[in-house]
């Protein structure tokens, strides 16, 4: 059974499913990157008029429209194809490494991502969305806000205010963090 949550983002849902829909973490697909993406589910709904965005983690699917379409015709559309995908497999829809993982990084990087993983992300995925490290570079943090956080109008003030205090306060090296 799905169900659906609304997110801050007004032009983003957020569908939980009661099965597993990534094993390797939280996965952002951008339909303005189409043409290189190999996975049919993430391809199908990308291909919806009006979607713009899905984000995958391991229990929710976020979803992000276009301005000028409603949920009233997507979101059936979107259950659908979740439930027709559960129906005819029994594996995650994302089961193997999509990025190479970097492991060779200094202290500083380590302890910023310990406190994007335990006390941001968390959060975050909670309003259906993701932030991912990108950089760190003489104090300024780099992150990337995906699903309902991209573009959501409050997403500016809790990166300043909620992810910049926590970082600063828990990683003494990092001055000020900022969205990419």
Not at 108 to 115: A, G, H, L, M
Request: hydrophobic fraction near 35%; charged fraction near 30%.
């Amino acid at each position: 059974m799905i169900q659906v949550e609304q997110t801050p983002n007004p032009d983003s849902l957020k569908f939980l499913s009661q099965k597993i829909l990534s094993k390797v973490g939280t996965e952002e697909f951008k339909k303005s990157n189409l043409k290189n993406i190999n996975i049919p589910f993430v391809k199908g709904v990308l291909s919806l008029s009006g979607v713009e965005l899905i984000l995958i983690s391991d229990k929710f699917l976020t979803v992000k429209k276009e301005k000028n379409v409603s949920w009233d015709g997507l979101k059936p559309v979107i259950i659908s194809h979740l439930n027709d995908y559960f129906e005819k497999n029994s594996d995650p829809i994302l089961t193997n490494n999509i990025k190479d993982k970097v492991s060779d990084e200094n202290e500083t990087i380590s302890k910023i991502k310990d406190v994007l993983d335990t006390k941001i992300r968390p959060a975050v995925a909670r309003d259906g969305g993701d932030i991912k490290f990108k950089s760190f570079d003489k104090g300024v943090v780099k992150v990337e806000l995906q699903g309902a956080c991209s573009g959501c109008p409050s997403s500016i003030m809790t990166l300043k205010q909620g992810v910049q205090n926590l970082l600063k306060h828990y990683v003494k090296e990092v001055n000020s963090v900022e969205a990419v």
